[in-house]
């Protein structure tokens, strides 16, 4: 079998670093709520507003820093919405 050369692909992405550029958009408008991410079931959009509220991935530190809230638009589209405040 011949070889072929090529770069293999980028390792994927972990959840702090999905969410890092994230994190900075909402770091830039602080106390401005944005759609942060959009679940098909309504328990995983509230495990991950969990995760940002109660600082669960280090890209959301210190705890406190970020609200988030779950809004249910249908039985299949959970948004998650969230905003920076800031470090108390």
Same mark, same amino acid.
């Given at each position: 079998?011949?070889?072929?050369?090529?770069?293999?692909? %980028?390792?994927? @992405?972990?959840?702090?670093?999905?969410? $890092?550029? $994230?994190?900075?958009?909402?770091?830039?408008? @602080?106390?401005?709520? %944005?759609?942060?991410?959009? #679940?098909?079931?309504?328990? #995983?959009?509230?495990?991950?507003? $969990?995760?940002?509220?109660?600082?669960?991935?280090?890209?959301?530190?210190?705890?406190? $820093?970020?609200?988030?809230?779950?809004?249910?638009?249908?039985?299949?589209?959970?948004?998650?919405? %969230?905003?920076?405040?800031? %470090?108390?």
């Amino acid at each position: 079998m011949p070889l072929r050369f090529e770069d293999p692909p %980028a390792a994927p @992405p972990t959840a702090t670093s999905r969410y $890092a550029y $994230a994190v900075d958009v909402l770091r830039s408008r @602080p106390g401005e709520w %944005a759609i942060f991410d959009v #679940k098909d079931s309504c328990r #995983k959009a509230v495990m991950l507003a $969990a995760q940002i509220r109660e600082a669960r991935l280090a890209v959301f530190a210190p705890r406190g $820093a970020f609200q988030s809230v779950v809004r249910s638009e249908s039985r299949r589209e959970h948004r998650v919405y %969230a905003r920076w405040v800031g %470090a108390s």
